[in-house]
């Protein structure tokens, strides 16, 4: 039996529909319609390190301005040594956290819901090997919607250094995009490097506090 970690959401149509909230990496919208607008106000990623054991959390934001509900799509590429430790949406200010049940389940629930109007998603992973995680999420007009995405990975000594990678590709701009990342090793650490973002844009490294032990970034996008 194949199974993957999936989650199917639902609300009661009559549930109040309030305004406020995605992004990594990739959020895409189904309609062509361009008055159907959803638009991603907020993506921070924290990562802390203690023993060579990294602990990210991924936090995305997104408000669907239109007046009819939307489909997203939201992709992160994650490290192929890393496993998810937990997935949640909050969704106007309900809760919903991920559950491990059969793929075809799952998406019979999540199809049920969306054909109703309902807000819902279904989140899929394949196991520790996975490259991609994605989940699509039916939005109701004028609703909100966060991601709360965490991961887990034993960084892998390669040629005498270790490597935390971070990949975020926002499909449009984010007003306060951030990655904070705080490294703590007790045997002490010889040096630190980060890297600018692969693609052209405006990035400032607003906090940078290194000691022999520990080390603290901050990037501002």
């Given amino acids: 039996m194949a199974v993957l ?20 990496r990739s959020i895409k919208k189904r309609s062509t319609n361009p008055a159907n607008m ?10 802390t390190v ?18 009819s509900s ?7 590429d994650l490290p192929k040594t890393a496993f998810i430790a937990n997935f949640s949406m909050e969704i106007d200010g309900q809760m919903y956290v991920g559950d491990v049940k059969e793929k075809d389940k799952a998406k019979k629930q999540y199809e049920k819901a969306v054909s109703s109007g309902q807000t819902a998603g279904l989140v899929k992973a394949s196991g520790r090997k996975m490259e991609k995680f994605s989940v699509s999420v039916n939005i109701a007009a004028n609703s ?11 960084l892998q000594r390669k ?23 705080n490294i703590y090793e007790p045997q ?17 490294l607003v906090k940078k506090a290194v000691t022999d032990t520990k080390v603290d970034r901050f990037l501002s996008f």
């Avoid at 909100?144 to 034993?154: A, C, P, Q, R």
């Fill in 188 to 204: 002490g650490i010889a040096f630190v490097e980060t890297l600018q973002p692969s693609s052209p844009t405006s990035c400032s």
């Fill in 144 to 154: 909100s919607v966060t991601f709360v995405l965490t991961y887990e990975e034993l």
């Fill in 38 to 47: 959803v638009e991603v106000y907020s993506v921070r990623v924290d990562c």
């Fill in 159 to 181: 040629l005498g250094q270790y490597e935390i990678l971070t990949r975020v590709k926002p499909e449009q701009p984010v007003q306060d995009f951030q990655i904070v990342t």
């Fill in 5 to 24: 970690l999936s989650l199917a959401i639902s609300r009661s149509a009559s549930c109040h529909e309030t305004k406020e909230a995605m992004g990594p």
């Fill in 50 to 67: 203690t023993l060579r054991f990294a602990h990210t959390v991924m936090t995305s934001k997104a408000l669907n301005r239109a007046d």
């Fill in 70 to 76: 939307q489909e997203i799509v939201f992709e992160v």
